[in-house]
Nanobody, 125 residues
Framework: QVQLVESGGGLVQAGGSLRLSCAAS????????MGWFRQAPGKEREFVAA??????TYYADSVKGRFTISDNAKNTVYLQMNSLQPEDTAVYYC????????????????????WGQGTQVTVSS
């Protein structure tokens, strides 16, 4: 089993920044993809960003140029969020799974087998 624990959420004014962290523990694996999803009240969960064991990074169009995903190669992934807007308000979830060589990066929630408990991000106008 893999355990994921997010931290770093909070309340910020529009235009501000936050950095989320996700620490993985347990039976982690080397060929991984780790992603961030978010779910706003009354909306479906949506893909935000992902990073892979080979160094690739992928973003939803809505966050490109504002959010940056990275990892420290020690089972922790970060999501730096700049220029936050009220529409970024949501519960942010970290997710992880194995990623085979040459496989496409998954952007759908069901493609990830491991999830954190979520952290609330609230952006005030």
């Amino acid at each position: 089993q893999v355990q994921l624990v997010e931290s770093g959420g909070g309340l910020v004014q529009a235009g501000g920044s936050l950095r989320l962290s996700c620490a993985a523990s347990g039976r982690t694996f080397s060929n991984y993809v780790m992603g961030w999803f978010r779910q706003a009240p009354g909306k479906e969960r949506e893909f935000v960003a992902a990073t892979t064991w080979s160094g690739g990074t992928y973003y939803a169009d809505s966050v490109k140029g504002r959010f940056t995903i990275s990892d420290n190669a020690k089972n922790t992934v970060y999501l730096q969020m700049n220029s936050l807007q009220p529409e970024d308000t949501a519960v942010y979830y970290c997710a992880a799974d194995r990623l085979g060589l040459g496989a496409a990066v998954p952007t759908r929630g069901p493609d990830y087998g491991y999830w954190g408990q979520g952290t609330q991000v609230t952006v005030s106008s």
